[in-house]
T-cell receptor, first 113, second 111 residues
Framework: NAGVTQTPKFRVLKTGQSMTLLCAQD?????MYWYRQDPGMGLRLIHY???????AKGEVPDGYNVSRLKKQNFLLGLESAAPSQTSVYFC????????????FGPGTRLTVL | SQQGEEDPQALSIQEGENATMNCSYK?????LQWYRQNSGRGLVHLIL?????REKHSGRLRVTLDTSKKSSSLLITASRAADTASYFC???????????FGAGTILRVKS
């Protein structure tokens, strides 16, 4: 089992550019999440999904969009990147509920210039 | 708003010593979890304790939960250099619709 994987691992964007982060899990989990981690602030939930075809807003959704077309994949899009979106992004998944044990990917370090 | 807050922010100990980290939260919870994050890596789940449990063990880890004080502690016994990491507590939010993570405790174990 690969668990939760994320691509890419690193990315540098210029302000205004767009990109998509891909998350994949092979544990057949229903729930998937995107977080961002900034120094001294812990993890903040961006968007999440409770099943294939569903998405919901988290704590800091502005500037991001998501899609869950397949159960194993959860995509995070930045349509017009801003320097404030410089962060480390983590994808996670869980099996039976949003407050159950979550399994995290290795992260994507994004820098927006 | 942050539900869980860890204390201390940073802790430095010698190998073989015990490390204790604390987490306080604001509203009632169903469960509390502890995660570890090594530098440059994703979070790894350590232990989950439910609101009706007072203590839980896993190897060298001991977690306690005091719901009357709205606090939890994570004890790592006989620490090793490999325990150097950030440790986060996470609780279900007031409305049960997400996990809320604290800012973490940075543990450094010197060999």
């Amino acid at each position: 089992n690969a668990g939760v994987t994320q691509t890419p691992k690193f990315r540098v964007l210029k302000t205004g550019q767009s990109m998509t982060l891909l998350c994949a899990q092979d544990m057949n989990h229903e729930y998937m999440y995107w977080y961002r981690q900034d120094p001294g602030m812990g993890l903040r939930l961006i968007h999440y999904s409770v099943g294939e075809g569903t998405t919901a807003k988290g704590e800091v959704p502005d500037g991001y969009n998501v899609s869950r077309l397949k159960k194993q994949n959860f995509l995070l899009g930045l349509e017009s990147a801003a320097p404030s979106q410089t962060s480390v992004y983590f994808c996670a998944s869980s099996w039976i509920s949003i407050t159950d044990t979550q399994y995290f990917g290795p992260g994507t370090r994004l820098t927006v210039l | 708003s942050q539900q869980g807050e860890e204390d201390p922010q940073a802790l430095s100990i010698q190998e073989g010593e015990n490390a204790t980290m604390n987490c306080s939260y604001k509203t009632s919870i169903n469960n509390l979890q502890w995660y570890r994050q090594n530098s440059g890596r994703g979070l790894v789940h350590l232990i989950l304790i439910r609101s009706n449990e007072r203590e839980k063990h896993s190897g060298r880890l001991r977690v306690t939960l005091d719901t009357s004080k709205k606090s939890s502690s994570l004890l790592i016994t006989a620490s090793r250099a490999a325990d150097t990491a950030s440790y986060f507590c996470a609780t279900d939010s007031e409305y049960g619709n997400k996990l809320v993570f604290g800012a973490g405790t940075i543990l450094r174990v010197k060999s």
